[in-house]
């Protein structure tokens, strides 16, 4: 059974940090590209960042760039977010997550339509 489970949410005040982690289970992601999507309340599903198969591409949302740096261990199958200066905006559930199609060159898919697997989430609270 193919798993994503990420930790390393919780509650921050503004100008914290926070790194989420994602580890995968059930089947290799290397190869493919892996990506954090968030849902704040009341709020559609947002993308956040993604990055390549081999960590050379990478995308960020214009609301994060800057602050937020996605990184991969393919040798630990898995994914990490690292969230500087956080802001009450950035509040919200933080989801993992993989997709199985092979892109080109530094290319990574940012609709969250192109991604299969997906994580349960985590909770990221950042208060004023």
């Known amino acids: 059974q193919v798993r994503l489970v990420e930790s390393g949410g919780g509650l921050v005040q503004a100008g914290g940090s926070l790194r989420l982690s994602c580890a995968a289970s059930?089947?290799?992601?290397?190869?493919?590209?892996m990506a954090w999507f968030h849902r704040a309340p009341g709020k559609d599903l947002e993308f956040v960042a993604a990055?390549?198969?081999?960590?050379?591409?990478?995308a960020y949302a214009d609301s994060v760039k800057g602050r937020f740096t996605i990184s991969r261990d393919n040798a630990k199958n898995a994914v990490y977010l690292q969230m500087d200066s956080l802001q009450p905006e950035d509040t919200a559930v933080y989801y993992c997550?993989?997709?199985?199609?092979?892109?080109?060159?530094?290319?990574?898919?940012?609709?969250?339509?192109?991604?299969?697997?997906w994580g349960q989430g985590t909770q990221v609270t950042v208060s004023s």
């Open positions: 990055i390549n198969w081999n960590g050379a591409g990478t």
């Open positions: 059930g089947r290799s992601f290397i190869g493919f590209p």
């Open positions: 997550a993989a997709d199985l199609a092979y892109y080109s060159g530094t290319n990574v898919p940012i609709d969250p339509n192109e991604y299969d697997y």
